[in-house]
Structures are given as C-alpha cells and as structure tokens.
C-alpha cells in the first residue's frame, strides 16, 4: 500500500447525536439542542482527533416526523455555528450545507465568504439543491423538478464563484503610506445572468488563506448529481452500503470529474458511517437498543419486506426460525438487505438484528474501536473510499471515543495523518488551488 492517508469528516446534525434517543441519555444535558458551547466543544473534540472538517446538514429547517419525541435533524442555523466554532477552533474545516434552491448566490456568496475569512481559510460550502416539499413550504413553494433545481444549480455555482473571484486577489492594497485602499482595476462587476439567476457584483470581500471556500456536493449517485459534482465538487459527501456500491459510486464520480476536464482524483469520494463504540459488542447492542429500542416493533414490519419473510413485532425477543430463515431472501429493492440476512443468519434475536443498524441511513458500526477501524481500513484500502464521514451515535461521548479509540488505531496502522498538513481545508483534503470560476469547466 501506498502512503495513501484517509480523510476523515465529523457529523454535526442537532448536536445530540446521530440516534433520536441521544437527548435522553443520562450524560446528555437535554437543553444543550440550543447551547453553542457544547457545539464549539464537540468541534474541538473532533479537531483534538485532527479530523479534516465537521459536516453540518441542513434542509434547510423541518421539523422531525416524531417531534413529540425526536429533535429535529439540524443545527439552529449552520452559519452561526460554525462562526462560534472558527473563533474557538484553529485547524478543523467547517463544511455546511447551503440550498441553491432556496438562496440567492449573493446573499450565500457573501455569507460562505465571509466565514472562509473569519476563519482562515477553512470552509467548505456543500451545494445541494434541497429535497422535498417540506423543505419548499417554508418558502411558500413547491419543490422545483429536478431539471430545474440542477439547472438552477449549475448557474447558481458558476454566479457564487465568480462573485468570490470577484475582488481580485491582489487588490486589497490598505497602504497607509500612498492612502491607497484598494486597485479598482482588480475589483469588478461580474455582469452574469441566466435562465434561474443573476448577479452584478462585485463582492466586496478579499481573499481569504485558501482563496475561496471549497466546493462539496452530497448526494447518491444520480446522473444529475454526478453531472453538477463532477463539474465543481472537490468532495461528495455519500451514501453506500457496501464495497461494492461504493466503489460503483466513487468510480462514477472520478469519471465524471474526467468528463468535465478534471483530474480524477481531484473529487474525493467520502461515504457514511455511524459509530456505537463499547468495550464489547454485547454492551454496543445494549447502547443501540438504549437510544433507538422505541422505533423497533415499527421497524420489524420493514425489517418483513427487507427479507421477504412474516416476522411479527411479538418474537422481538427470538433469532429468526430455520424455516423464516430458509424462505428468506435479500429485497433487490433495498441494498441494506444482503447484511440484514447475514446478520439475521448469525442468529441474533429480531431486536439484536435491529440493533446491528441494519436500516439504518449509514452503514452502521456497532462494536469495539477496532472494528470500526477495521471496517474503515477495509473500505478505503479496497478503493472504496477516499475517507469519511462519521456520525457518532451519542455526540457527548461518542466523538471522544472516536478520538482516542478509532483515531490511534488508524494511526498505528498508517492510514491517518497524526496531525494537520497544513492549515487550510483546500490543504487538509488536497483540493487545488482555485480563485473564481474554474475555467476548465
Ligand atoms: C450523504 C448525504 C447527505 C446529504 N445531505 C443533504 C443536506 O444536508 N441537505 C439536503 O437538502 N440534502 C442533502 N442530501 C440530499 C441530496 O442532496 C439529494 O437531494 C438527494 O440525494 C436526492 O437527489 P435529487 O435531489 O437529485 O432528487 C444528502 C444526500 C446524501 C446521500
């Protein structure tokens, strides 16, 4: 194996944890939902463990299914998070989601800008053109089709890059001496318009460390996902299931990079995983059934079609009979399927199944540190994956374990940097240098 180093990116969603029960948790503060300090401290937990960004999604807003129970999924608002967490952090890349569907490219230009600069140099903006009416309600509209929403996002990426190029990156002169502030010669109006949006410009702010934040896109792999990343994304934030998806998707990324002129290894491809960390499986299930146990007797009924066999909420507590599991058979509806049935053929009881987060959003980890590191190894030395991103189960305790459990597992092993190369994100994750629009594209 090459020195090949994996990236790694924590999950920042309500701030509880990635498990609806996280709030419940004896450790948990339940208030913290709202409390910026316990944010700004599991950023710097996860930077104590030099991981290259946190991620924080947005819808933007919407409010969980199950609210009388659950928090919803998001911060307050991602953009004052992470101006709390820049001023009190100084290496970790701050990436968040922001709608090309629901913004306007100079409001969000600005705005992404602006905290690059605040924090020096260490922002990614992840470009995704939201999904869902809900979403779309709070604006008072209904979501856009898709050739409208990826239209409008191809626009609206070229508009906000050339509004970042826009000041030019030496024109910022503030001379007391001559009294000169800036050459107006570098500092012009962009005069873009298309079918979806239109700017002027300029935007009056200069360069920050890495130039301009880094371009991100989440998604599966679509084609119309793969058309706009592989044109701007530096990294996909993905889903999969398996090796084999995965390398099926990240495959599809870096050709489409290719096809847009790039070098494929520009895009990084860095899918999903969630993390319940204990001294030993048994204790890790018990930890999953504490923050997830409420949602189970609904769940045996998708758990039913996941493996084509009747199972009824009332065996909860018994492993699959020998005739369920000679009739059962993988949904080719549903990737997730192949593991539930490997696990379901270890003979664990339907809640322990469940336990093992086999229909869960990521491939779930529920075990010892060094399964998670092995699990991680795996992928990335298959070429599954360029890195990524983690959402513990519990953030209070979770991201710490990750820390000091996963982190000099992975070290030891000589697949993660044991510190930070450099002090931008463009730095941590290898992007090139780009100031504007990229012209290749
Ligand atoms: C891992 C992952 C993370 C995502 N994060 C967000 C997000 O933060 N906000 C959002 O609105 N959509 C998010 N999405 C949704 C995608 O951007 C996209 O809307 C979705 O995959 C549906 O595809 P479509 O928009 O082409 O219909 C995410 C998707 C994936 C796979």
Do not use: C
Not at 368 to 378: F, G, I, L, N, Y
């Amino acid at each position: 194996m090459n020195n090949r180093k994996m990236i790694i990116g924590m999950h920042l969603g309500n701030g509880y944890g990635s498990l609806p029960g996280a709030w419940r948790m004896p450790w948990v503060d339940p208030a913290s939902y709202t409390d910026y300090d316990t944010r700004v401290r599991q950023a710097q937990a996860a930077e104590r463990g030099k991981f290259h960004f946190i991620f924080l999604p947005d819808g933007p807003s919407s409010v969980a299914a199950d609210i009388d129970f659950e928090p919803p999924g998001f911060n307050l608002d991602v953009m004052m998070t992470l101006a709390a967490v820049a001023r009190a952090t100084e290496r970790i890349g701050l990436v968040a989601t922001g709608s090309t569907t629901f913004n306007e490219p100079y409001n969000l230009a600005r705005q992404f800008k602006a905290l690059d600069v605040m924090s020096h140099g260490r922002v990614g903006w992840n470009a995704i053109t939201s999904a869902g009416d809900d979403v779309a309600a709070n604006y008072g509209v209904r979501i856009p089709s898709s050739a409208d929403r990826y239209g409008r996002a191809h626009e609206f990426i070229q508009l906000v890059q050339s509004l970042w190029g826009s000041w030019g990156k030496d024109a910022w002169v503030h001379d007391q001496a001559t009294g000169q502030f800036a050459r107006s010669d570098q500092v012009a109006p962009i005069n873009l318009g298309g079918k979806y949006v239109a700017s002027r410009g300029p935007l009056y702010i200069p360069p920050s460390e890495q130039g301009q934040p880094v371009v991100f896109h989440a998604a599966g792999a679509s084609n119309n996902a793969l058309s706009l990343a592989g044109r701007y994304a530096s990294a996909v934030i993905g889903a999969a299931f398996s090796i084999e998806e995965a390398i099926e998707h990240r495959t599809a990324f870096r050709n489409a990079a290719e096809s847009a002129g790039r070098n494929p290894d520009e895009i990084k491809f860095i899918p999903g995983l969630m993390t319940t960390i204990a001294a030993d499986k048994r204790s890790a299930l018990d930890r999953r059934i504490a923050l997830t146990g409420r949602s189970f007797p609904q769940r045996v009924a998708y758990l039913q079609q996941m493996l084509g066999v009747r199972l009824d909420p009332a065996d909860l507590d018994k492993p699959l009979s020998p005739q369920q599991l000679a009739q059962a058979r993988p949904s080719n509806q549903d990737p997730r399927s192949v593991r539930a049935l490997m696990v379901a053929r270890e003979g664990w009881t339907l809640r322990d199944i469940l336990a093992h987060g086999v229909i869960d959003y990521q491939p779930v980890i529920a075990g010892t540190a060094k399964e998670v590191a092995d699990h991680m190894q795996q992928w990335f030395e298959a070429g599954a994956a360029d890195g990524f991103w983690i959402s513990p189960d519990v953030n209070e305790d979770g991201i710490d374990a990750l820390v000091d459990g996963v982190v000099p597992l992975l070290q030891e092993r000589g697949l993660f940097h044991l510190d930070y190369e450099g002090k931008t994100l463009r730095d941590h994750i290898g992007a090139p240098d780009q100031y504007g629009i990229d012209g290749r594209v």
